[in-house]
């Protein structure tokens, strides 16, 4: 297919979605009372425990709710309601589509985003979702895990952008691993916004691209350590900026490949990267596709 030579890499709160999964949860729930409650049980100081416990003890926010009777059903119907962009449907859809192999790298967890993606027709569109585990136990209570139990040790990244449970870096190293035994050289892009997309990007290439979300954390991160970054940067900021980014840079890779390869897609890209070449929903409200991020040194 056109684009089998592009791995596609997501982040999903506040990539995907627009919202952070666990909060939006939590706060649809009515249940934010309950977790401020919770705080002072929590092993953490109350910092830390704001930023992981909708990570790693989320499993016994899960608790609570369900002995309030709130049971599964409730929290897939919250889950369906979370918001999304249109645009960003549609660009996954038709990125999936074009043959670009579309994975999930995220901190939420299977139940939300299993729940989210079938709600919008689009699970069938990723190959791979590395997230924490989730799955309703035998009395219908949603149990979340880690995954990575920093109870019992550490992921070993020395990166203090990586929470404990998580490192995205280590797991788009074994992605490449996988990647490298294929015939077919595979150009990486990543999408993301948050503290733990900046590790992941760091094991970019040359030849790979990143895609932080502008003025999100990973955002700041890129911009202040940028000589450390060997991806081509290229920003976006909403749904619309999304969908022409990420098909401009899919149009540039088909159409490198395409002088590379020989391959028979002129008739669909023009040498020039164009996106209106290319047989994909048209883009409105920007004339140009925003510039690789430039930062001074």
């Known amino acids: 297919m056109a684009a089998a030579g592009i791995v596609v890499i997501f982040d999903f709160d506040k990539t995907i979605i627009d919202c952070d999964s666990d909060n939006w949860v939590v706060d649809e729930l009515g249940a934010t009372e309950l977790f401020n409650q919770l705080l002072p049980t929590m092993p953490w100081n109350s910092l830390m425990v704001r930023l992981w416990f909708l990570v790693f003890h989320v499993d016994r926010m899960m608790k609570e709710l369900h002995s309030q009777g709130i049971r599964i059903e409730d929290i897939a119907t919250v889950l369906k309601r979370s918001p999304i962009h249109p645009r960003i449907i549609e660009a996954i859809k038709s990125a999936h589509a074009l043959g ?163 391959a028979k897609m002129g008739q669909l890209y023009s040498v020039d990267c164009k996106l209106e070449t290319m047989p994909l929903p048209v883009a409105t409200g920007h004339e140009a596709f925003p510039q690789a991020l430039s930062v001074l040194h």
């Open 100 to 262: 670009c192999d579309l994975k999930i790298v995220s901190d939420a967890n299977t139940f939300f985003i299993e729940t989210i993606l079938e709600h919008h027709g689009l699970k069938e569109c990723f190959s791979e979702i590395n997230t924490n585990p989730g799955f309703v136990d035998e009395q219908g209570r949603l149990r979340i895990f880690p995954h990575h139990d920093f109870t019992k040790s550490s992921h070993g990244c020395q990166h203090s952008s990586c929470p404990p449970n998580m490192c995205k870096g280590i797991v788009i190293e074994r992605i490449q691993a996988s990647l490298s035994m294929e015939d077919q050289k595979k150009t990486i892009i990543y999408l993301g916004d948050g503290l733990g997309d900046f590790c992941p990007t760091l094991k970019l290439g040359d030849g790979d691209y990143v895609m932080p979300r502008k003025g999100f954390p990973v955002w700041d991160l890129i911009c202040n350590k940028r000589k450390l970054v060997n991806a081509e940067i290229c920003e976006w900021s909403d749904g619309e900026e999304f969908e022409n980014v990420l098909f401009h840079l899919i149009s540039r890779i088909i159409s490198i490949d395409r002088k590379n390869t020989s």
